[in-house]
C-alpha cells in the first residue's frame, strides 16, 4: 500500500473512520452499527503448485464483509500488495457500493499474493484454477452464495478460467456461469463489461455536471467540455474513463501518472496515443507529446479541475494532501484517499466523489451479467425486431397522416431496437444518475446545518441505512 510515512491507520481502519463519521450523524444503534461495520469472515489459503520444476507456495485471501443480501459479490485482485487488512477493507467498500446502487449482493473481496508479470500465461492458469479449486470446494465461490469479477491484476481471461473451473466441480449445475462475473462474452459475458468501470466514472461526472449548485460547492461552472483533468492510473478504469470523457465530453486530459513516471501537457494528451506508446514502450516514459516527470506523483499536486485516481489505495494521504490543487476529485480506485487526507481536503473545499459511488459502474454491470447468466438469453434478444417494427409503423403512420416523408437522417436512430450494448448502457446510467440523486440530496439537506457536511458522508449514510433496514427485515 502506497501510504505515507506519517502515522496513518491501514486501509481498513480508514475506512472504519470514514463509517464512524457517518454513524455519529444517524439514528442508529451501537450495536448494529458494529455488526455492519465489522467483517463477517476472511478465509485464508496457501497452496503449493509445482512450476518450473519446483514448488511454489502461494497465499490467497476471500473476505466476506456483509451477507445481508446474497450473494456476496467483489473482485479478485492479483497483486503483492495483497494483505487481509486490503481485502478486508475492499470487501467492506464492497458492501457500502452494491447498497448505494442498489444492487442486490452483499460485499466481498479476494486476493492473490502475485506479481501476475512474473509468470507466463501457462502458470497464471494453473496458479488460478488451483487458487479457484479451494474456493469453490469452500462455496467462497458459488453463483448463490459468493460471486468474484476481475480486479488489479485480474481480468476476462481470469474469470474465465474461474468459470470453467467451477462448471468441472460442478457439471449439473444449470446456473454454474453465474459463478463468476467479467468473462468473456463467448464463456457468458456481457457487452460493455469490460469498460463498465470507466464509463460509470464517466456517467458519474456528467451527473454531477447536471447540477450548476453542486459544480459552484466544488468552485467550478460549466461544461465538462476543455476542463484540465489528471488521471492516475492508465489501467482499464482510468484508460476507459480518460478515453470517454476525451472523445465524448472534449475535456482535456492535461496529466496522466502511471508506474514509471507522468506526463503533462496542457493542451491535452491523446489518450489512445498514448496507450499505444505504452504498448510498444512499456511505460509512458518517452512519449514525446508532453513533459515527462520522474516522479510521477508530483502529477497530483499540479493544479487542474479535476483530479482521477484510478490506481492504489492511499495515493493521496496525509503526506501530500495539503498541496493537492484540484476542485474536484472523483474516486475511480477504491480507497485512493485516506481519512486523514479526506479531512484535509474537505477543510479546502474540494469536493470529492467517493470510490463506493464512482467506482460502482463494474458491479453494476456484474449485476445485469449474473442475470442474464441465470435467465440464459441475452438482454433484447426477445423484443428488439418487434420494438423496430413498431417503430417503422409510426414513421409509415406520420408519412401517411401529414402526405411528408420523414426525415432519411433520423430514421435509423428512430427505428434501431435496443441491443445489449445500448441496454446496458442505458441500464447502467440510469443506475449512476439514481444513485446520485439520492446522495445529492442529502448532501444538500446536511450542508445546509453544516456547511462541511461533504458526499462521502453522504453516501456512507445512505448505504449503512439500507443495510440496516435489510437487517432489521432479517430480524436482527
Ligand atoms: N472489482 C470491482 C470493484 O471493485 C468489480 C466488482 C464486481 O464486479 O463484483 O468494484
Request: net charge neutral.
Amino acid at each position: 500500500m502506497s501510504q505515507s510515512s506519517k502515522k496513518e491507520p491501514s486501509f481498513r481502519k480508514s475506512v472504519d473512520i470514514l463509517f464512524d463519521r457517518a454513524v455519529r450523524q444517524m439514528n442508529i444503534s451501537q450495536g448494529l452499527a458494529n455488526k455492519i461495520k465489522v467483517c463477517n469472515s476472511t478465509y485464508t489459503v496457501r497452496f503449493g503448485v509445482k512450476l518450473r520444476g519446483e514448488i511454489h507456495t502461494f497465499t490467497g485471501y476471500r473476505s466476506v464483509h456483509s451477507e445481508h443480501a446474497e450473494p456476496v459479490k467483489g473482485g479478485i485482485r492479483y497483486s503483492m500488495g495483497v494483505s487481509q487488512d486490503e481485502v478486508e477493507a475492499l470487501a467492506a467498500l464492497m458492501t457500502y457500493k452494491c447498497a448505494i446502487v442498489e444492487v442486490p449482493f452483499g460485499g466481498s473481496k479476494g486476493g492473490l499474493r502475485i506479481n501476475p508479470k512474473e509468470w507466463d500465461e501457462d502458470e497464471l492458469e494453473r496458479i488460478t484454477r488451483r487458487f479457484s479449486y479451494e474456493l469453490i470446494k469452500r462455496d467462497l465461490i458459488n453463483p448463490s452464495q459468493n460471486v468474484p469479477a476481475p480486479d488489479m491484476g485480474t481480468g476476462e481471461r481470469e474469470m474465465a478460467w474461474i468459470a470453467d473451473q467451477y462448471h468441472r466441480m460442478n457439471t449439473t449445475d444449470i446456473d454454474a456461469r453465474a459463478c463468476v462475473t467479467g468473462k468473456p462474452l463467448n464463456a457468458g459475458g456481457i457487452r460493455g463489461r469490460t469498460e463498465a468501470t470507466g464509463r460509470g466514472v464517466q456517467y458519474a461526472l456528467r451527473d454531477f455536471f447536471r447540477h450548476p449548485a453542486d459544480l459552484k460547492i466544488a468552485g467550478l461552472e460549466g461544461k465538462l467540455a476543455g476542463k484540465r483533468i489528471i488521471v492516475q492510473g492508465l489501467g482499464n478504469v482510468g484508460y476507459h474513463a480518460a478515453k470517454f470523457l476525451q472523445e465524448e465530453d472534449d475535456a482535456l486530459i492535461t496529466g496522466v501518472i502511471e508506474f514509471d513516471g507522468g506526463i503533462y501537457n496542457p493542451n491535452g494528451i491523446d489518450i489512445e496515443t498514448l496507450r499505444h506508446h505504452m504498448n510498444e514502450h512499456g511505460g509512458v516514459k518517452e512519449f514525446p507529446h508532453g513533459k515527462h516527470f520522474e516522479n510521477g506523483a508530483v502529477l497530483l499536486e499540479q493544479e487542474c479541475d479535476i483530479l482521477i485516481p484510478a490506481a492504489l489505495e492511499g495515493v493521496i494521504n496525509l503526506e501530500n494532501a495539503d498541496r493537492v490543487k484540484t476542485k474536484l476529485i472523483i474516486e475511480a480506485a477504491n480507497g485512493p484517499v485516506t481519512a486523514g487526507a479526506d479531512e484535509i481536503l474537505r477543510k479546502k473545499g474540494v469536493v470529492i466523489i467517493p470510490d463506493m459511488y464512482a467506482n460502482a459502474g463494474g458491479v453494476t454491470v456484474s449485476y445485469f451479467e449474473w442475470v442474464k447468466n441465470l435467465s440464459h438469453i441475452r438482454f433484447g434478444r426477445m423484443q428488439r425486431r418487434q420494438e423496430e417494427a413498431r417503430q417503422q409503423l409510426i414513421i409509415e403512420a406520420l408519412e401517411k397522416m401529414t402526405g411528408r416523408e420523414f426525415p432519411d437522417e433520423l430514421k435509423g436512430a428512430f427505428v434501431s431496437g435496443a441491443d445489449e450494448l445500448t441496454l446496458v448502457r442505458s441500464g447502467l446510467d440510469d443506475t449512476m444518475r439514481g444513485a446520485y440523486a439520492s446522495m445529492r440530496e442529502k448532501w444538500h439537506v446536511k450542508r445546509s446545518d453544516d456547511p462541511d457536511f461533504d458526499l462521502r458522508t453522504a453516501a456512507y449514510m445512505i448505504s449503512i441505512q439500507r443495510v440496516a433496514d435489510s437487517y432489521r427485515a432479517l430480524g436482527l
